[in-house]
Structure formats: structure tokens, C-alpha cells
Nanobody, 123 residues
Framework: QVQLFESGGGLVQAGDSLRLSCAAS????????MGWFRQAPGKEREFVVA????????YYADSVKGRFTISRDNAKKTAYLQMDSLKSEDTAVYYC????????????????WGQGTQVTVSS
């Protein structure tokens, strides 16, 4: 079983950068695809990006492509989300989760959600 803990959120201005971390406990982190999702107030949770177990395949939502970069360090059991050129519409609670079945782009394909970390971008 993998437990996940997100950190790194905060309040920034438009155009700034943030790096989120997703630290995992448990033995299976190194063999699973990890995903980042976000949920803005009044909206459904949406896919942001995913990375396969070895880190050589990534999957991005169009809204963040070219601005966000996902990576992972299996030795540290941590996944990262580097967010550059932040926009006000990136404001949301960001969650990481472990993929277990189905499409990488669907929330229902993931389990073991962390508690989330708030990212607020002021314009």
C-alpha cells in the first residue's frame, strides 16, 4: 500500500514558478504510474499530468503542456511537479495519486490520494 503526501504549494503571482512534491511511503511506488490532478473551487477534479514508473513516459493535459514538468526520483520515492509561467487559472488544490487501472487521464483510474496542497496564483 502506498500513502502519499503533497507539499510545496503556496501563494504566488502570475508568471512565477512553484515546485510541488509528492512523497510516498510503501514498497510499490517504484513500480507504478503517478499522476497529478487539481481541483478548483466549484469545479471537478481534473487531470494535470502523469508519469510512468521509469520516468520515460509522461502525459500532459493540454492546459499545462509546455509550462509544467513532471519528474520522479524512485530512490527518494518522490514525484515532483515543476510549474512555470503560472496563471490565475492554475489556482487549485493539487493532488497526487497512484494509477491502478485504466486511462491515465481519469480520476477513477487512481487511488491512494494525498491530502492535497493549495496553489494560489494572483494576477
Amino acid at each position: 500500500q502506498v500513502q502519499l503526501f503533497e507539499s510545496g504549494g503556496g501563494l504566488v503571482q502570475a508568471g512565477d514558478s512553484l515546485r510541488l512534491s509528492c512523497a510516498a511511503s510503501g514498497r510499490t511506488f517504484n513500480s507504478v504510474t503517478m499522476g497529478w490532478f487539481r481541483q478548483a473551487p466549484g469545479k471537478e477534479r481534473e487531470f494535470v499530468v502523469a508519469i510512468n514508473w521509469s520516468g520515460d513516459r509522461t502525459y500532459y493535459a493540454d492546459s499545462v503542456k509546455g509550462r509544467f514538468t513532471i519528474s520522479r526520483d524512485n530512490a527518494k520515492k518522490t514525484a515532483y511537479l515543476q510549474m512555470d509561467s503560472l496563471k490565475s487559472e492554475d489556482t487549485a488544490v493539487y493532488y497526487c495519486a497512484r494509477h491502478y487501472l485504466g486511462s491515465y487521464y481519469l480520476t477513477t483510474s487512481y487511488t491512494g490520494w494525498g491530502q492535497g496542497t493549495q496553489v494560489t496564483v494572483s494576477s
